[in-house]
């Protein structure tokens, strides 16, 4: 027979798993929220009349840097921030994502403007080892260009990154440059449910969740 003693520790032991795993449920649903509208955002671009040159170019992109909300602090002067995922093309097949926060401190929004949208297409090799880095500075370690929209859609562009914003119909809602952009550790721990960094969720696909298959098919259909 269980002794009352043992069965009062098991007891506690299972609360305290309870208390451990919560947290972690919830920071889960936190990044599969994220996750899903990236998905929106990244759909939304596709769609768009006046985003023909992304259209276009993203089949050449080795990776796509989506931040579904950058938010500005303080009006027209002062910072910008928000979270971001990237997903990178390795051998023809799209894998991630990895997440990231960014964070700048330039006048970056357009005056009106409090939250604007961004997907950056990574063109470059320059460009897809900066976003492998822990950290780095958009326009510092890889060149930054403002993605051409509507009639500028034939442009010819030659910069690591490309870089579209809109926000409520404004387009370029946001300038990255300066931009600082830092790997969320604690994110992709939580996500893919062990260590990981970005090189072996990016390029060797060693890790991967089940809920960003949308948004990797939706990225794969786009050509």
């Not at 919560?22 to 994220?34: N, R, Y």
């Not at 971001?84 to 390795?90: N, T, Y």
Request: charged share 15%.
């Amino acid at each position: 027979m269980v002794s009352t003693t043992f069965r009062r520790s098991l007891i506690g032991l299972c609360a305290a798993s309870f208390v451990v795993a919560a947290p972690i449920a919830a920071a889960q649903s936190e990044q599969q929220k994220l996750v899903n509208k990236a998905d929106v955002t990244l759909s939304n671009f596709l769609r768009d009349p006046q985003m023909t040159w992304l259209q276009q170019n993203i089949g050449r992109a080795k990776a796509v840097l989506i931040a579904p909300e950058i938010v500005k602090a303080g009006f027209i002067f002062g910072g910008s921030g928000g979270r971001a995922v990237l997903i990178a093309k390795e051998g023809g097949k799209w894998h991630g994502p990895s997440f990231y926060t960014m964070a700048t401190a330039s006048v970056g929004f357009q005056a009106g403007v409090q939250v604007s949208e961004n997907v950056t297409l990574v063109m470059t090799e320059k460009g897809m080892n900066s976003m492998l880095a822990a950290n780095f500075k958009i326009g510092g370690d890889a060149s930054v260009a403002a993605g051409p929209v509507g009639a500028g859609a034939k442009s010819d562009i030659t910069a690591d990154l490309v870089s579209f914003s809109r926000a409520k119909g404004v387009y370029g809602g946001v300038n990255l440059d300066g931009t600082l952009v830092n790997l969320s550790d604690d994110w992709n721990q939580a996500y893919y449910g062990k260590p990981v960094q970005p090189v072996d969720i990016l390029i060797k696909g060693a890790a991967s969740n089940k809920g960003a298959a949308k948004l990797l098919g939706d990225v794969a259909k786009a050509k």
